[in-house]
């Protein structure tokens, strides 16, 4: 599949931070701009239908966490660049508590807390609220989970575990797996996802316009 002109589309936008919706919003058009892509063929990379994706670059639909991994991964990006950390080479990533920003998500808010500049390690941390249900989701790599505070259930096809704090579970992410708080308090939980680099290549070939961002 050829990739369609968009040069009626500019590829900048002015983002405004207080606005959550609207600056991701702006952010997953500057990005699907960058690579060239429609909304129909980021579509066919990501899963996410094209009148969804038209509603979240609108900021008219607040992204779920799992659809910002979606699209991070169709668009080859880190989670935090895409939701507006500036990636920069360095030897050594420091993740400084006071520097990050808190993405709210639907049921839950997160913080990036690797390095934007590299994909093949990712780390969030995501805070989940009560009465929770995730939405289910599968993709390439593994992925590890640790709870930091309060109780949660992650089902991994099926079968399900209840983890507390200092609790944590490793499974592989290409099967169906879902984070759930079905409690009336709030949970913390650091969320570790490894992809190798050959999967990583592949899935960037397969892409239409065949670049690396």
Known sequence: MKPQATAVEPLETTLDPSDDDQRIAALIRSHRLRRNLTLAQLSELSGISVAHLSRLEN????????????????LGVSLGTL???????????????????TIAAGDTSLQSLSDPAMRWLQVVELSLRPGRLGEPAAHAGEEWVY????????????????????????????????LRNPHEEG????VVNAVDAQALSLSHRAQPNGRHP
Do not use: K
């Open 59 to 74: 900021g008219q639909r607040t992204p779920t966490v799992r659809l910002l991994l979606q699209l991070a991964r169709a």
């Open 83 to 101: 939701v507006g950390e500036s990636p920069a080479e360095n030897t050594v990533y420091v993740s400084r508590s006071g520097d990050r920003h």
């Open 147 to 178: 709870v930091l505070d309060g109780v949660i259930e992650v089902d991994v096809n099926g079968s399900a575990s209840s983890l507390a704090a200092g609790d944590a579970i490793h499974f592989r992410a290409d099967i169906s797996h879902a």
């Open 187 to 190: 949970a913390t939980v650091l």
